[in-house]
């Protein structure tokens, strides 16, 4: 028994929580179609058919195969007679290539349940993987555990653990393995009862205990709003008076048990609901009819009539555990959702003729693939070599070819600067636009008298001027106009009459042909020999 913290059980949220569970399943690509449900005890089979309606809903039918062997069929020596009966109702049904469920008799197995903060929940889940080892209840040997965990409010989660033999569930695993049957999940009994009772609306959202008597001992547990709070396992439970006498002695520390560990607040735990076999259940009520403590009455199939319909001669208590192990089917519950005791166990499933064929010929396809690229390659390289003096000759044909190619454009190119160079010879400097650029740089007290050309890049100015060092300025300002490439100075001379000087300067201007110069080789661009000009002290003292 594990004490979890602060839950109360809302009906309402379990219901909504396993509709999500429930539309996750129905998201997936899933038909309408005939399911199955199996019961396994000790010494019988009960089988839940869900053939599906017109209208949306499943008719529930049942069947059962009996043992009647003194040892069980969960046995080695009663694997072949269980193997028969499984073959046999898949025969009769034909249960193959549709949805199994199976279920899980309490002989065989036990339940965990812990409920609490995510964090209380991993410690509970950690403490109780150390325990299971030696879980003696079970027998002898190795455990194996099927868990499932949903969060059931923003910061509660519900975990239920399932544990049983290695041994017992490989033999009925190697069973269905081998009459060629895939089923869903094998999951605890009374896990699947809680899950039914839970859908029962005159029960609502109380804590119920619930008794399964169908197999040798009573499998007895509590339930509140279609969750397994409690596996209660009572020493006394292999026969039905002492199965009362515990009950009524334990029944005031389970229901401490519903309000201080799971904090139920939902109602009291009072009514015991029973199933399995007439005989069973009619001697326990009998047995509790008189107590005060709890109040016994026989476990009907909920009445479901928007899910499925019954006969009414079938709607028996001990057809309770087949239709809880059907109904998660029904409703598409999630895998997620239910205790698979088979997590640890299941394996592949058998690979058909053509699957195990590639399987095993895989290898040499892989070879014959690889042999198939080398020889390919190695061809390549064969047809390379043998085509190698060819190819060095139409190379050596390609390469006279660009050279031939390469000298005519060369020949091109020597007579196009050619006449470029003529042209640059033969034109005529722009001289409106030397003359407009030297007029707009002359000071306001110079006067510009003559502008001559002496050739094609040398132009003479004669000019005027009342300040002699007004000459100096305009040289500088001359050698920075766009093509002058040299200024000079030629001479002054003073103008007695007019008390004014005048001076010669004659400008060297940019040849049209410079830019020629750059394409071969020769400098193309001088710039001003900017000679310094004597001062007018110097000149005087000339």
């Given at each position: ?20 569970h ?57 694997a ?49 993987a ?10 002898p ?79 007895v ?30 029944f ?14 939902t ?15 009619n001697?326990?009520i ?7 403590v ?35 089917l ?92 003529i ?40 000019g ?7 000459i ?7 050698r920075?106009l766009?093509g ?22 004659r ?36």
């Open positions: 028994m594990i004490a979890c913290l602060d839950w109360a059980a809302p009906s309402s949220y379990f219901y909504l929580l396993q509709m999500n429930v539309s996750q399943a129905s998201s997936e690509p899933s038909t309408h179609e005939v399911c199955f449900g199996l019961r396994i005890e000790s010494h019988a089979i009960q089988l839940a058919i869900a053939t599906p309606m017109d209208n949306g809903r499943y008719r529930l039918t049942f069947d059962q195969v009996d043992h009647d062997g003194e040892v069980g069929w969960l046995t080695n020596e009663g072949s007679a269980f193997e028969a009966a499984l073959e046999m109702l898949a025969d009769r049904h034909q249960m193959r290539r549709h949805a199994v469920s199976v279920s899980l008799d309490g002989d065989f197995c036990v339940t965990r349940v812990t409920i609490g903060s995510p964090e209380e929940v991993d410690h509970d889940l950690e403490t109780l150390t325990r299971i080892p030696r879980y003696l209840q079970l027998g040997g190795e455990k194996v555990t099927g868990s499932a965990r949903i969060r059931i409010e923003p910061s509660t989660d519900y975990a239920v653990t399932g544990v049983v033999n290695r041994s017992l569930i490989q033999i009925i695993y190697d069973a269905f393995r081998n009459i060629d049957m895939d089923v869903k999940w094998v999951e605890p009994s009374l896990v699947s009862v809680a899950r039914l009772v839970g859908r029962d609306k005159r029960i609502g959202d109380t804590p119920i205990l619930v008794a399964d008597g169908m197999g040798k001992q009573w499998d547990g509590i339930a509140c709003a279609g969750m397994l709070l409690l596996d209660y396992r009572p020493a006394a439970a292999h026969h039905n008076a002492g199965f009362c006498e515990a009950l009524v002695g334990h005031s520390r389970l229901k401490r048990f519903c309000h201080r560990h799971r904090r139920v607040a109602g009291e735990l009072e009514e015991l609901l029973i199933c399995g076999p007439h005989e069973k259940t001697d326990v009998a047995l509790l009819k008189d107590s005060d709890v109040r016994p009455a026989v476990l009907q199939i909920p009445d479901l009539p928007e899910l499925y319909e019954i006969n009414s001669e079938s709607n028996e208590t001990n057809h309770v555990p087949s239709v809880a192990t059907v109904f998660p029904l409703i598409r519950l999630a895998d997620d959702g239910v205790p698979d005791l088979l997590d640890h166990v299941r394996r592949a499933p058998d690979l058909s003729w053509g699957q195990r064929l590639v399987y095993q010929c895989w290898p040499i396809a892989v070879a014959c693939l690889t042999l198939m690229i080398a020889y390919a390659m190695v061809a390549t390289e064969r047809n390379r070599h043998a085509g190698k003096g060819m190819g060095r000759a139409e190379l050596q044909a390609q390469i006279t070819a660009t050279q031939t190619k390469f000298a005519a454009v060369s020949k091109r190119r020597e007579l196009l600067t050619h006449l470029n160079r042209s640059a010879i033969t034109t005529e400097p722009n001289w409106h636009k030397t003359f407009k650029l030297i007029t707009q740089s002359l000071p306001e007290t110079v006067r510009l008298e003559e502008f001559r050309i002496e050739s094609s890049n040398t132009i003479q100015l004669n005027m001027t009342v300040e002699e060092s007004v100096y300025d305009l040289v500088n300002s001359l920075h766009p002058v490439t040299q200024v000079a100075l030629k001479g002054t001379s003073p103008e007695p009459d007019t008390q004014s000087t005048r001076f010669i300067v400008l060297t201007i940019r040849s049209a042909s410079s830019g020629l110069d750059n394409q071969t080789g020769a400098p193309g661009h001088r710039m001003a020999q900017r000679t310094p000009l004597p001062s007018p002290k110097q000149r005087g003292q000339q």
